[in-house]
């Protein structure tokens, strides 16, 4: 319809192999699987372009992730009465097969009885008061059950210093992950702002670059032109995300172009 010339890239369990190669590259940890299908996108490009335009920004500028979905209805849950939800919901969804669960959430991979588990873990910590709090659980690969034997005693000193030193102060004037949650703002904008802190520069942008630079390639970010981002920070939410469905405003925008 739009005329472009489509190159498919395949990608194998056997590419796990790469790991070494990618995490050299990496310079630091990065726990998103997704690197390795980004390196032999950007080897596969180098062969025909050096310069190419990607889609980061968007989903942290217009709410396209299945966690700005599960925080927003946190914030739902959280209108309940704290009995209902103690004694209803969360003994409902402990007794609910993790297969069933899994029916509920849009993602590519099941959701398993360890999911099950971080969902229970996140029941506790819906609503606003929580939200910096539940914001990092859902988005990070490990919890406490992890850390506690991965990380080592003056590691984790480290980080609990860290956090408390944290408390508090917004980043860049968004706010970050310990942005004021009291802030009179709607809830999904402050759920978008948790991510300027770490999120968007510390992971979707750091191996994006380090990935295409693996093979020389320069991948641009037109969704973060600061304009745009001033643009979107400025619309009503339900623009962003309405009914369960993502980037309103640019899925309409790309109504006007693709059938």
Not at 73 to 93: E, F, S
Not at 105 to 121: S, V
Request: proline share 7%; charged share 20%.
């Amino acid at each position: 319809h739009q005329g472009c010339v489509h190159t498919e890239v395949p990608f194998r369990a056997a590419d796990v192999e790469l790991l070494p190669q990618i995490v050299w590259h990496l310079d630091e940890p990065i726990g998103d699987p997704i690197v390795i299908p980004m390196f032999q996108l950007a080897r596969r490009a180098k062969q025909d372009v050096t310069v190419v335009l990607t889609g980061g920004g968007a989903d942290e500028a217009l709410a396209g992730y299945l966690f700005h979905k599960a925080l927003l209805g946190g914030a739902y849950l959280a209108q309940l009465p704290g009995l209902v939800r103690r004694g209803i919901v969360t003994p409902l969804v402990k007794a609910t097969p993790a297969s069933v669960l899994n029916l509920a959430f849009q993602y590519p991979a099941a959701l398993g009885n360890r999911g099950k588990q971080k969902l229970l873990d996140y029941l506790p910590l819906v609503g606003g008061a929580h939200l910096p709090e539940a914001y990092r659980h859902l988005i990070s690969l490990f919890d406490d059950r992890d850390t506690e034997w991965l990380y080592s005693e003056d590691f984790k000193a480290m980080l609990r210093k860290e956090r408390c030193l944290g408390a508090g102060h917004p980043v860049n004037g968004f706010g970050g992950a310990t942005a004021d949650v009291a802030a009179p703002r709607p809830m999904l904008d402050r759920i978008l702002a948790l991510q300027y802190d770490s999120w968007l520069p510390e992971d979707i942008l750091t191996k994006q670059d380090k990935m295409s630079m693996a093979h020389g390639i320069e991948a641009r970010v037109p969704f973060l032109d600061h304009e745009l981002v001033e643009f979107t920070l400025g619309l009503p939410p339900s623009l962003k995300l309405r009914r369960g469905i993502s980037k309103v405003i640019l899925r309409r925008y790309a109504a006007r172009l693709l059938p």
